[in-house]
């Protein structure tokens, strides 16, 4: 049996290491590249592909896997919005994938982002650069006076929710679907609105869907309090941009930390020496705000995460080509 993977980075090649010594009945082989109809062919006499990217897994590269002969699919990450599964169903792909590597890392990610901008830390890094150790005027917010919105109560929006309880902040909550816990605590509204017109903070943890796409557009931001804090941890898609700037620009929106940008595949994953040479304007703009933190989609970057990823990806591949249905099943035919 062989396995492929697609766009292994420096730091998972110790995991993979450790993967292939408990499981020396399969041979594994990869490359850097992510997965596109140039390096389709790349995996030729694999059974199955191991593969994590953002950016959108083309219909000519899952053709050509097929050629291959190739039917099994393992990404190493949660979100599966990169697929089309009109294509998935009509190459017949099983796919699986990481539902929970670590949903604290992602929680952490956002709970620190909405910190650093409570705190104004942008703010005082930029005075401490300038040799500016004076106090004014940046003088922050208390997390124990916040009401923090959670949008999607899943596993990372249900860490999000202890960990800013403890830090004493007022938790709300949205989803489609009740957690029992959650619902216990009596954190529920029951629409969107409501949670709008309520928090002064608003954390997205949820996919990325046909019916949520932009769910934060201008309509959204005009029913939230003024001077809220939006925090997206979780697909760039749920905000628009325009929209997102022209309510930091009236002052509606007071600030907001992004781990996934729309279209952020613009410019992550690429070194640009300075925020000046963003190619796309629209980025650009948000990057150049001291009440704008942008991280470059790395919430789930731990080093927990990472063995997690390897080890349920490459487990979960291996299942799929035994013809076994792991518990990470995403989708399959039948
Ligand atoms: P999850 O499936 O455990 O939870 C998602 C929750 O969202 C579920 O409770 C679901 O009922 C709810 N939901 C779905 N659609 C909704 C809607 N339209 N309105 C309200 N609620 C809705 O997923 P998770 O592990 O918590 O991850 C959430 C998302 O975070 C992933 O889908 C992924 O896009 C993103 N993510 C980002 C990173 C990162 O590094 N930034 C890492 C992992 C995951
Ligand atoms: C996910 O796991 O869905 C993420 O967003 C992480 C990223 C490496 C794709």
Request: proline share 4%.
């Amino acid at each position: 049996m062989k396995i492929f993977a697609y766009g292994i980075r420096e730091d998972e090649k110790s995991s993979i290491e450790n993967w292939k010594s408990a499981n020396p009945d399969v041979e594994v082989d990869y490359t850097d590249q992510t997965l596109t109809p140039e390096t389709a062919t790349l995996a030729k006499g694999a059974s199955g592909i191991v593969t994590l990217q953002t950016t959108p897994y083309e219909r000519e590269s899952l053709k050509i896997l097929k050629d291959e002969g190739i039917s099994n699919i393992s990404i190493r990450n949660v979100g599966y919005d990169n697929f089309n599964f009109d294509d998935l169903k009509e190459f017949n792909f099983k796919l699986s994938n990481v539902p929970v590597y670590s949903p604290n890392a992602i929680a952490e990610h956002a709970v620190l982002l909405i910190g650093r901008l409570l705190r104004r830390i942008p703010e005082v890094d930029t005075k401490f650069d300038n040799g500016d150790f004076t106090w004014a005027p940046t003088i922050g917010k208390e997390y124990r006076e916040q009401t923090v919105g959670v949008i999607g109560t899943g596993h990372i929006g249900r860490v999000a929710i202890q960990m800013l309880q403890g830090f004493g902040a007022k938790v709300i909550a949205y989803d489609v679907y009740h957690n029992e816990a959650i619902e216990k605590q009596g954190l529920y509204v029951d629409t969107l609105e409501e949670l709008y017109q309520q928090a002064d903070v608003i954390t997205l943890h949820v996919p990325l869907t046909s019916d949520n796409a932009y769910m934060i557009d201008e309509k959204a931001i005009e029913q939230m309090k003024d001077g809220v804090y939006l925090i997206n941890c979780a697909r760039g898609e749920l905000i628009s941009n325009d929209a997102l700037i022209k309510g930091l620009d009236s002052g509606k929106i007071a600030g907001a930390g992004l781990d996934v940008l729309d279209h952020e595949n613009n410019v992550f994953g690429k070194k640009w020496g300075s925020i000046n040479n963003l190619p796309d304007p629209t980025i650009k703009n948000l990057a150049e705000r001291q009440n704008v933190i942008i991280t470059p989609h790395n919430a789930f970057y731990t080093e927990t995460a990472i063995w997690n990823m390897i080890e349920v990806s490459f487990d979960s591949n291996k299942d799929l080509i035994e013809g076994k249905i792991p518990d990470t099943l995403v989708y399959s035919k039948k």
